[in-house]
């Protein structure tokens, strides 16, 4: 659902502008924000999977197997769709000479250039994404990788820390963030540059302290293990977990305060987690689940639906200037390009990441 808000703020506000959701609501408008989320989640998520390996030590042999494991996850279908642009890149330009235009080739620097093929082959496109992407969105995964990269060690001491360090190493993180939110203006849409780092890395190790606490307090975990077992906890009914969802959505429709959100975000991750009612079972059904799986192919895919979109119009249609595309019409064309990036993204995850993910750990592993 993260990746499919994300989808919308960049389609529906940024791409079509006289779509105007802010006229109704700020939830759109706010949808930079799921990627805060998704910082949280993959911090939390990353602590689940890995704490039993890395909660003593980190050898050589563990480190590789995480590093591995994190590679095959994210390099094949970001190279892939990577590639896809450069295709798209090359079409265009020999469609255009043969139209009579002039040969222009792939420059040497700049956004879509070969230096930013370069730092997107080593994942540090994040660093400058205004001159270094391809893929625009690719630029949070980018800094996803660099938090991979010091992952294993931060969850070793967090692991082995007491509750009150585990409490003041918190304090400091939302320190950070408080401080990026009086820098910028309380605006957390930092995707450019090295404060994208102060964004990425607070919330990322923030979720790894939220699964800490949630396997340590009784009132969070359930049963014998995380994930499992029934409990009769105020946190494991949907009470907690409607209010919780309440307040974010208001905060977001109201245009409050970004860092708030990101406070309302780290409860909604407890809150849900640890539902075992009715909410909890809907989040778990089928097609949910499904989009969960395709997520990531969603959104990396969509910034090529829409690059390819800029061609189309600009190109075949000759509309220079999307601003003078109706309501109506644009917002047909965003339903339109929604649906072709989900389609696009069931694609690429049943044939290009699954089947290049299981073989890329094998060869990595061997």
């Known amino acids: 659902m993260a990746a499919v808000w994300v989808v919308l703020y960049h389609y529906g506000v940024l791409y079509f502008p006289s779509m105007q959701p802010d006229r109704h609501t700020a939830l759109l408008n706010k949808g930079y924000l799921a990627v805060d989320l998704f910082f949280l989640l993959s911090g939390f998520v990353m602590a689940h999977v890995y704490c039993a390996m890395f909660e003593r030590r980190v050898d050589t042999r563990s480190y590789w197997t995480f590093l591995s494991a994190r590679i095959a996850r994210l390099y094949p279908l970001h190279l892939a769709v990577l590639g896809l642009f450069v295709a798209l890149a090359l079409v265009v330009s020999i469609t255009e000479y043969a139209a009579g235009g002039p040969l222009a080739g792939i420059p040497v620097t ?25 893929n625009y969105a690719a630029w949070s995964i980018s800094l996803e990788f660099m938090a991979y990269l010091a992952f294993p060690f931060v969850l070793v001491h967090v692991w082995r820390a007491g509750p009150r360090a585990q409490g003041l190493l918190a304090l400091m993180l939302c320190a950070v963030l408080a401080g990026l939110a009086w820098w ?23 979720g790894t302290l939220l699964y800490r606490v949630y396997v340590s307090q009784p009132s969070f975990r359930l049963g014998t293990g995380p994930f499992s077992g029934q409990s009769s906890s105020l946190w494991s009914g949907d009470a907690v977990t409607a209010g919780v969802l309440a307040l974010v959505l208001l905060t977001l429709h109201l245009k409050g305060p970004d860092l708030l959100v990101i406070v309302l975000f780290a409860a909604l991750l407890m809150a849900v987690v640890s539902n075992r009612s009715r909410i909890g079972a809907w989040l778990n059904s089928s097609p949910l689940i499904w989009l969960g799986e395709v997520s990531y192919a969603l959104y990396l895919i969509h910034g090529l639906v829409e690059h390819t979109t800029s061609e189309i119009l600009t190109k075949a249609l000759h509309i220079q200037d999307r601003h003078t595309l109706s309501t109506g019409s644009s917002f047909g064309m965003m339903v339109l390009m929604l649906s072709v990036s989900l389609l696009l993204a069931a694609a690429c995850y049943r044939w290009i990441e699954k089947p290049a993910q299981r073989y890329l750990r094998g060869a990595l592993s061997r």
């Open 184 to 206: 910028t203006g309380d605006d957390f849409n930092q995707w450019d540059g090295p404060t994208t780092l102060l964004r990425c890395l607070p919330e990322f190790l923030l």
């Open 110 to 134: 700049g956004v879509r250039s070969m230096l930013a093929l370069l730092a997107n082959l080593f994942m540090l496109q994040g660093l400058h994404a205004s001159t270094l992407s391809w």
